[in-house]
């Protein structure tokens, strides 16, 4: 493959990528919109994950990996925490800090090359490139995104339309 086809190529990867993030936060604000305080914060067992605190796991991946990972911001996530927190915070006071984070995340991909796409970050101790770290977040957030589907139908037995 030649230069102009590389330049090609990670410009599709990047617009593409910037497209699947717009289009997941699309769903879970669909998802959300769905569900009462109850239904957000619900938990059947122990072991199964709220929306909320998908939610708010969605956005630490999502800050660390890209915000900060790539973007260069300093990093101070305390993932545990996204999953113990038990306390009902409002739908709109989590959907509010992911949405920055995404638009913070488009930012920072709008503003990569394709010769940054090869460019290797330190990212939850693993040495990855800027490419990767990419892959893993559209992949990662799509997975709890359909978590958050299903959960979404289970709780109020609609057809979401997508």
Same mark, same amino acid.
């Given at each position: 493959?030649? *230069? *102009?086809?590389?330049?090609?190529?990670?410009?599709?990867?990047?617009?593409?990528? !910037?497209?699947?993030?717009?289009?997941?936060?699309?769903?879970?604000?669909?998802? @959300?919109?769905?569900?009462?305080?109850?239904?957000?914060?619900?938990?059947?067992?122990?072991?199964? %994950?709220?929306?909320?605190?998908?939610?708010?796991?969605?956005?630490? %991946?999502?800050?660390?990996?890209?915000?900060?990972?790539?973007?260069? +911001?300093?990093? %101070?996530?305390?993932?545990?925490?996204?999953? =113990?927190?038990?306390? *009902?915070?409002?739908?709109?006071?989590?959907?509010? *800090?992911? !949405?920055?984070?995404?638009?913070?995340?488009? =930012?920072?991909? =709008?503003?990569?090359?394709?010769?940054?796409?090869? %460019?290797?970050?330190?990212?939850?101790?693993?040495?990855?490139?800027?490419?990767?770290?990419?892959? +893993?977040? @559209?992949? +990662?957030?799509?997975? +709890? @995104?359909?978590?958050?589907?299903?959960?979404?139908?289970?709780?109020?037995?609609?057809?979401?339309?997508?």
């Amino acid at each position: 493959m030649n *230069p *102009p086809q590389m330049d090609a190529l990670a410009t599709e990867f990047i617009t593409v990528s !910037r497209a699947e993030l717009k289009e997941k936060l699309q769903q879970i604000e669909a998802c @959300v919109a769905q569900l009462t305080a109850e239904q957000l914060w619900n938990r059947r067992h122990e072991t199964e %994950n709220a929306v909320g605190n998908l939610l708010l796991h969605l956005r630490g %991946n999502v800050q660390q990996w890209l915000v900060c990972g790539v973007g260069g +911001h300093s990093d %101070n996530r305390d993932r545990d925490a996204e999953f =113990a927190d038990r306390v *009902p915070t409002p739908a709109e006071d989590l959907l509010r *800090p992911l !949405r920055e984070t995404l638009a913070g995340v488009d =930012a920072v991909l =709008a503003g990569l090359s394709a010769k940054d796409l090869l %460019n290797t970050r330190q990212i939850q101790g693993r040495k990855l490139t800027v490419l990767h770290a990419i892959y +893993h977040v @559209v992949e +990662h957030l799509s997975g +709890h @995104v359909g978590q958050i589907i299903w959960a979404t139908k289970r709780a109020t037995g609609r057809d979401l339309g997508f």
